[in-house]
């Protein structure tokens, strides 16, 4: 199991983006708080395969946080499930990710992989 970070590391409200590598994947995470819980899903809108934060790291419409928000296409997708309820991919979901909370630590329960600060080779295919 990989640390991502300490839950005190999110802002309740907000969420924080992750990058993760190793033999067999490559990835963009995204992890949203709402309060104790945490949501943890693929970097990517299913509506073009582009990372939803045009401006790294930042998830939400303004200053917004109730749905994580695609910059390339104005989809809106809530953060409880992922599912897009307004723009060109409604009805779709972003792909989870394994994310767990383990005591205070934000963690990925995917073997064999490192935090990066930037993806070096390919991202993992989802479709």
Do not use: W
Not at 68 to 74: I, N, R
Not at 80 to 93: F, L, N, R, T, Y
């Amino acid at each position: 199991m990989l640390e991502l970070c300490r839950l005190v590391e999110i802002p309740d409200g907000g969420a924080r983006g992750f990058a993760v590598e190793g033999p067999d994947l490559a990835q963009r995470l995204v992890v949203a708080r709402r309060g104790s819980r945490i949501f943890g899903y693929v970097n990517l809108c299913p509506h073009a395969f582009s990372r939803l934060d045009s401006e790294i790291g930042q998830f939400f419409e303004y200053d917004d946080s109730t749905h994580l928000f695609c910059d390339s296409h104005a989809a809106l997708f809530r953060v409880e499930d992922g599912v897009c309820i307004e723009g060109p991919c409604e009805g779709q979901a972003l792909t989870p990710a394994a994310i767990e909370l383990v005591g205070d630590r934000v963690c990925l329960d995917q073997p064999n992989v490192a935090l990066v600060d930037e993806i070096s080779k390919i991202l993992s295919d989802l479709r």
